[in-house]
């Protein structure tokens, strides 16, 4: 089942970054509105952790839709 906002998130996430299919911790930073410290700690977490591929020892990449899924799980829980 379709988590509530994933395609809300999804587009937002597509307009900001027409064409791409992923997004580097900086870019998910902006989108999220935090600093991109945050971003790489939360990429770490044992518990809902920010999905994320390592393409390589110096770069990641974080999906655009896993994001805009992850994104629907916070929001989801903090909503009342």
Same mark, same amino acid.
């Given at each position: 089942?379709?988590?509530?906002?994933?395609?809300?998130?999804?587009?937002?996430?597509?307009?900001?970054?027409?064409?791409?299919?992923?997004?580097?911790?900086?870019?998910? +930073? !902006?989108?999220?509105?935090?600093?991109?410290?945050?971003?790489?700690?939360?990429?770490?977490?044992?518990?809902?952790?920010?999905?994320?591929?390592?393409?390589?020892?110096?770069?990641? +990449?974080?999906?655009?839709? !896993?994001? !805009?899924?992850?994104?629907?799980?916070?929001?989801?829980?903090? !909503?009342?």
């Amino acid at each position: 089942m379709e988590k509530p906002n994933y395609r809300e998130n999804l587009e937002t996430i597509r307009e900001l970054f027409p064409g791409r299919i992923s997004i580097s911790p900086h870019e998910a +930073a !902006a989108v999220l509105g935090v600093n991109v410290k945050t971003v790489y700690e939360s990429m770490k977490r044992r518990n809902n952790p920010i999905p994320s591929i390592m393409v390589n020892k110096k770069r990641t +990449a974080i999906p655009i839709a !896993a994001l !805009a899924k992850w994104m629907s799980s916070i929001t989801h829980h903090l !909503a009342p």
